[in-house]
């Protein structure tokens, strides 16, 4: 199994409402990542959770919230988010290693939010 | 500052020819770098990386260069394949951080 699946593939959310992201992998891997990507645009990092603690969050604004409950599964909350907000969000995971030797990262399909 | 840098943004190319894709970055202290193959509506799907202490790795029609006096990777397709049309992303690692570039979108032409 080589696959990260996020759900749903699809989302259209108020700027009121509550909504989350959700992600998961069966491949052992141990960081799991979040990236925002907008229309021609590459992806960017929003957060990494390694050994399900973050380890790293890019200055992302605190209507995006983590959560990562297992080493499976990771979510992304979203509140009161703005219509700039919209984009796709991608989720990935590779295996942990330290040193400087890393490797490559899986992604999902990815989620796309509309802000309306 | 845009540290990955893809400055061609589109390139085509005739089936069976080599594609050649360019990537520039401005910091020596990436370890890995990585490409990225990309359909619309979905995620970037990894193809081939190499470390930084490597100049060159091969898998099958794809082969991925780096020159790190100039700071210049590049990735080789051959030979090119209408499957092979999508945009391709390069990416540099740095402790956990995938930084990507702006991406090229290839047409192979039948």
């Known amino acids: 199994d080589t696959e990260v699946t996020q759900t749903p593939k699809h989302l259209v959310m108020g700027m009121t409402n509550k909504k989350s992201l959700k992600c998961e992998q069966h491949?052992?891997?141990?960081?799991m990542y979040w990236y925002k990507q907008k229309a021609k645009k590459p992806p960017e990092l929003m957060f990494v959770?390694?050994?399900?603690?973050?380890?790293i969050n890019e200055s992302v604004p605190s209507r995006f919230s983590p959560e990562c409950p297992n080493s499976s599964l990771l979510n992304l909350h979203l509140h009161a988010l703005q219509p700039e907000d919209s984009a796709l969000y991608l989720c990935?995971?590779?295996?942990?290693?330290?040193?400087?030797?890393?490797?490559?990262?899986?992604f999902g399909q990815g989620t796309r939010l509309t802000v309306v | 500052d845009q540290q990955v840098k893809q400055n061609s943004p589109s390139l085509s190319v005739q089936e069976g020819r080599i594609s050649i894709l360019n990537c520039d970055y401005t910091?020596?202290?990436?370890?890995?770098f990585l490409w990225y193959k990309k359909y619309p509506a979905e995620g970037p799907t990894f193809l081939i990386s190499?470390?930084?202490?490597?100049d060159k790795n091969e898998d099958g029609r794809f082969t991925v260069f780096l020159n790190k006096s100039a700071k210049h990777l590049s990735l080789h397709i051959v030979p090119s394949q209408p499957g092979d049309s999508a945009v391709y992303f390069c990416?540099?690692?740095?402790?956990?951080?995938?930084?990507f570039g702006q991406g090229t979108e290839l047409s192979v032409k039948p």
């Open positions: 990416a540099a690692s740095l402790r956990g951080k995938l930084i």
């Open positions: 491949m052992g891997h141990r960081a």
């Open positions: 990935a995971s590779s295996h942990q290693r330290k040193g400087p030797l890393n490797t490559e990262a899986f």
């Open positions: 959770y390694s050994y399900e603690k973050l380890s």
């Open positions: 190499i470390s930084s202490i490597k």
């Open positions: 910091n020596s202290m990436f370890d890995y």
